[in-house]
């Protein structure tokens, strides 16, 4: 069974800086692609950040390139999401999810408000 825990939301003001985290379980994690997306308000969920299983390839959505860095760390079936310079659209849940299998953690609320 896949199970997904992100931690690391919270409020933040714009220009400010999180880091999130999502640990996995259930899979052959070292060898799966991960991605981050997110869900505002009313909106539907965009993706945001890729990250390859084998090199560590990596590719973001057009509204947070350079803003933001996803990285893993397969020891620890964790992945990450460095996020900096932070503005209120970037506000949503952030999910992480494993690329190829439809499953979802409960997401973490990412506020971005002065």
């Known amino acids: 069974q896949v199970q997904l825990a992100e931690i690391g939301g919270g409020v933040v003001q714009p220009g400010g800086s999180l880091r999130l985290a999502c640990a996995a379980h259930?899979?052959?994690?070292?060898?799966?692609?991960m991605q981050w997306y997110r869900q505002a308000p009313g909106k539907e969920r965009e993706f945001v950040a890729h990250?390859?299983?084998?090199?560590?390839?990596?590719n973001y959505g057009a509204s947070v390139k350079g803003r933001f860095t996803i990285s893993r760390d397969n020891a620890r079936n964790a992945v990450y999401l460095q996020m900096n310079s932070l503005k209120p659209e970037d506000t949503g849940v952030y999910y992480c999810t494993p690329s190829g299998i439809d499953a979802w953690g409960q997401g973490t609320q990412v506020t971005v408000s002065s």
């Open positions: 259930g899979f052959t994690f070292s060898m799966t692609a």
């Open positions: 990250i390859s299983a084998d090199l560590g390839n990596t």
